[in-house]
């Protein structure tokens, strides 16, 4: 044990700490602050200095170790994004490669559109989609390439950065999409708009009384072009269920063309001039 005045001094300082701290540090923290300064005041003053000496060494190692794990992370988050943007890239280059099966159909060499994929993954009754921006205008048709038809699936709603556009799909509420129905073999040719349901489908809104319209269940839905938004000749989809009212009213629902889980080939075509 020292008997030196400065031990002596040193160990009466700490107790005191020592007991004034014991009222705002939980009780175990308080033990483990009594045997440092049993251990300060039962080693030589040599060791003393340097066991405390290294303790106040501890903030800053434990900066230092912070500091590497933000650099550990932020590495991991540059990384991440490297593979992403390379999945990416090998996903566009797929797509480029399978558009030599349509590239020369005239539909694509008259507009020209441009291609883009999809961000993340939807839900199955989404109602829009998020897709890579490449310098899109509000309101231009989005399309699909769908076997051998060419299908509207949406327009864009806003662009959201220099990477992002909104596209909302035809399914969504404040879809209107004006649609002639395809001619079947006794007729069947008519006009009505395509109206989005909240459901993942459609519904059409005729302007004139529907009950002598006919229409038959499996009836395909074309783009008319008179709403002077979307070229004519688009698919939009096919009628599913076709209910009346007392009055021979008919009410209409669509299951559109497309799935918005599985499109493969997405094309944004320019504005439409006005």
Not at 234 to 252: H, M, P, S, Y
């Amino acid at each position: 044990m020292h008997d030196g005045l400065l031990q002596k001094l040193i160990f009466f300082f700490y107790l005191s700490v020592s007991a004034f701290l014991s009222f705002l540090i939980p009780s175990g923290k308080t033990l483990r602050f009594k045997y440092f300064i049993k251990y300060l005041y039962y080693t030589p003053y040599e060791k003393s200095a340097s066991a405390f000496i290294n303790l106040t060494e501890l903030p800053g190692r434990f900066l230092s170790i912070a500091k590497l794990d933000r650099c550990l992370n932020e590495s991991r988050r540059e990384a991440l994004e490297k593979d992403f943007k390379i999945k990416m890239l090998e996903e566009e280059i797929l797509r480029r490669q399978s558009f030599d099966s349509f590239i020369l159909d005239p539909f694509y060499l008259e507009n020209k559109p441009v291609s883009t994929v999809v961000y993340g993954e939807l839900g199955e009754n989404s109602s829009v989609l998020l897709l890579k921006n490449r310098g899109f205008k509000q309101g231009a048709a989005v399309v699909s390439r769908e076997g051998d038809f060419w299908v509207l699936i949406g327009s864009i709603k806003n662009v959201l950065s220099e990477d992002i556009a909104v596209c909302a799909l035809t399914t969504n509420r404040a879809s209107r999409v004006s649609v002639s129905g395809a001619p079947l073999a006794a007729g069947g040719e008519f006009w009505a708009v395509m109206t989005g349901k909240s459901d993942g489908e459609g519904m059409l809104d005729f302007i004139w009384p529907s009950r002598n319209i006919r229409i038959e269940k499996g009836q395909e839905l074309l783009t008319s072009g008179w709403d002077g938004r979307f070229p004519p000749g688009l698919l939009c989809g096919k009628v599913r269920k076709i209910t009346q009212n007392r009055a021979g009213e008919k009410f209409v629902r669509v299951k559109v063309a497309y799935n918005a889980n599985s499109l493969k080939h997405i094309f944004v075509l320019k504005q439409p001039k006005k």
